[in-house]
């Protein structure tokens, strides 16, 4: 019965991983998958983390008891703050608690299945390639919207307005909230409203990504502009979907928190409430069926850290620790590359923000860089910023002269 199966290749992230770990060089740099690593290229524990543990395990009544299907409440509510500010409108919103930002997407894509069937999904190009999985996997149809443009190592703003204009009205875009991945390269202020008033011209349903929060500028409000500005323009015509994730800027990777929110468009306070209250049977009808009731563990955790003032000032405060030192290493990155004369031009390192570089690497350069440096990244070029450190980056931006050069 099995014997026909496809074989299918492993994934491409998570591969490097394996392969990084089998190799036996003495010298070895992951610049793979998206982790934050401190200075000695180690995992780095948020001390806002070390701390709301601390005050979990003195608490008395900390138990293991199920969540509700739709999550921790005051986790959802604080994420929802984190996202849409304080301020936020919360009569419009419905807030779940999900595995992650890859969980969020997958409610996201499940819900679509149900009550938007045949609206075609539009994501960037490039984009992470988990998205494709997600939509494709739920028998949606996903298509391309341009949006790096290699010549320039830019925005191909043209292009991607172009394709808003024409997609079939209703349509759904996905975009990176902030510190797109793979490329690091985010829409200006101006840019942003360009895109935001063509989705709104053409009754788009967006879905905001935000994977990222807190790493492209350091300021987790800052780095909310483009959702918040979309739930402003947007709010009385469409829909707007935010996938949460608080992998990256808690740390949290391995305990999949995350938040799934459907903000409803802007009626009457009686058709808001009475929408609010059918769509959310129906995210919870998605929960039970897919993970009953999300994890605890680390939804504690982060709601430790979004509710009690101190701890969140710390969080906002590691934060910065982890986006300076990402920043200061793509500048020594480049500096270095400079200096070696290595042929081309890599300002585009330090005009990139976010976890990543694309460095612009062919795929044959990434594979000499694996197999003659043990300097391992994604195919594509993708650099993982982060794992750089004064110990390691002058030895990567010799491997890249050379590979450059060969
Ligand atoms: C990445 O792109 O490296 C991360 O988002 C990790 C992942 O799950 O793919």
């Given at each position: 019965?099995?014997?026909?199966?496809?074989?299918?290749?492993?994934?491409?992230?998570?591969?490097?991983?394996?392969?990084?770990?089998?190799?036996?060089?003495?010298?070895?740099?992951?610049?793979?998958?998206?982790?934050?690593?401190?200075?000695?290229?180690?995992?780095?524990?948020?001390?806002?983390?070390?701390?709301?543990?601390?005050?979990?395990?003195?608490?008395?009544?900390?138990?293991?008891?199920?969540?509700?299907?739709?999550?921790?409440?005051?986790?959802?509510?604080?994420?929802?703050?984190?996202?849409?500010?304080?301020?936020?409108?919360?009569?419009?919103?419905?807030?779940?608690?999900?595995?992650?930002?890859?969980?969020?997407?997958?409610?996201?894509?499940?819900?679509?299945?149900?009550?938007?069937?045949?609206?075609?999904?539009?994501?960037?190009?490039?984009?992470?390639?988990?998205?494709?999985?997600?939509?494709?996997?739920?028998?949606?149809?996903?298509?391309?919207?341009?949006?790096?443009?290699?010549?320039?190592?830019?925005?191909?703003?043209?292009?991607?307005?172009?394709?808003?204009?024409?997609?079939?009205?209703?349509?759904?875009?996905?975009?990176?909230?902030?510190?797109?991945?793979?490329?690091?390269?985010?829409?200006?202020?101006?840019?942003?409203?360009?895109?935001?008033?063509?989705?709104?011209?053409?009754?788009?349903?967006?879905?905001?990504?935000?994977?990222?929060?807190?790493?492209?500028?350091?300021?987790?409000?800052?780095?909310?502009?483009?959702?918040?500005?979309?739930?402003?323009?947007?709010?009385?015509?469409?829909?707007?979907?935010?996938?949460?994730?608080?992998?990256?800027?808690?740390?949290?990777?391995?305990?999949?928190?995350?938040?799934?929110?459907?903000?409803?468009?802007?009626?009457?306070?009686?058709?808001?409430?009475?929408?609010?209250?059918?769509?959310?049977?129906?995210?919870?009808?998605?929960?039970?069926?897919?993970?009953?009731?999300?994890?605890?563990?680390?939804?504690?955790?982060?709601?430790?850290?979004?509710?009690?003032?101190?701890?969140?000032?710390?969080?906002?405060?590691?934060?910065?620790?982890?986006?300076?030192?990402?920043?200061?290493?793509?500048?020594?990155?480049?500096?270095h590359l400079?200096?070696l004369g290595t042929p081309?031009?890599?300002?585009?390192?330090?005009?990139?923000?976010?976890?990543?570089?694309?460095?612009?690497?062919?795929?044959?350069?990434?594979?000499?860089?694996?197999?003659?440096?043990?300097?391992?990244?994604?195919?594509?070029?993708?650099?993982?910023?982060?794992?750089?450190?004064?110990?390691?980056?002058?030895?990567?931006a010799k491997a890249i002269d050379e590979v450059v050069r060969?």
């Amino acid at each position: 019965i099995f014997n026909n199966v496809e074989h299918l290749p492993p994934d491409a992230l998570f591969d490097i991983k394996k392969r990084l770990s089998q190799d036996t060089r003495p010298v070895k740099v992951d610049l793979g998958i998206g982790a934050y690593r401190d200075n000695s290229g180690k995992p780095w524990v948020l001390p806002s983390v070390r701390s709301a543990e601390s005050q979990l395990q003195k608490d008395p009544n900390f138990n293991h008891e199920y969540l509700p299907i739709a999550g921790l409440p005051s986790f959802t509510t604080g994420a929802a703050k984190t996202i849409f500010g304080d301020d936020y409108d919360s009569t419009r919103v419905i807030s779940v608690q999900s595995i992650s930002g890859t969980g969020a997407l997958h409610i996201a894509a499940k819900f679509i299945e149900k009550i938007l069937p045949g609206r075609i999904v539009y994501l960037s190009n490039p984009t992470w390639p988990n998205h494709k999985a997600i939509f494709e996997g739920q028998r949606l149809t996903t298509a391309q919207y341009p949006y790096w443009n290699a010549s320039t190592k830019s925005l191909q703003l043209d292009g991607f307005l172009d394709t808003v204009k024409t997609a079939p009205e209703g349509s759904i875009f996905v975009l990176h909230a902030c510190a797109h991945n793979p490329t690091g390269l985010d829409p200006s202020k101006d840019q942003w409203a360009q895109i935001l008033d063509k989705m709104v011209e053409k009754n788009h349903i967006v879905l905001f990504d935000s994977a990222y929060q807190g790493f492209a500028t350091g300021d987790l409000d800052r780095d909310a502009y483009a959702v918040r500005l979309g739930l402003t323009k947007l709010q009385k015509v469409a829909p707007v979907f935010v996938c949460q994730s608080f992998a990256k800027n808690v740390g949290m990777y391995g305990e999949r928190v995350g938040c799934f929110h459907l903000v409803i468009p802007d009626q009457s306070v009686e058709i808001n409430a009475s929408v609010k209250a059918s769509l959310s049977s129906q995210l919870a009808k998605i929960v039970r069926s897919e993970v009953s009731n999300p994890p605890a563990y680390g939804a504690k955790i982060v709601s430790t850290i979004l509710n009690t003032p101190e701890l969140n000032k710390q969080w906002h405060a590691d934060m910065v620790t982890m986006s300076s030192r990402i920043n200061s290493m793509r500048h020594q990155l480049r500096d270095h590359l400079v200096e070696l004369g290595t042929p081309g031009n890599w300002d585009h390192i330090v005009g990139q923000c976010g976890m990543f570089s694309f460095t612009a690497l062919t795929p044959e350069m990434v594979q000499r860089l694996e197999q003659n440096h043990a300097v391992y990244m994604v195919s594509s070029g993708r650099a993982s910023i982060a794992g750089l450190n004064e110990g390691n980056v002058l030895y990567v931006a010799k491997a890249i002269d050379e590979v450059v050069r060969h």
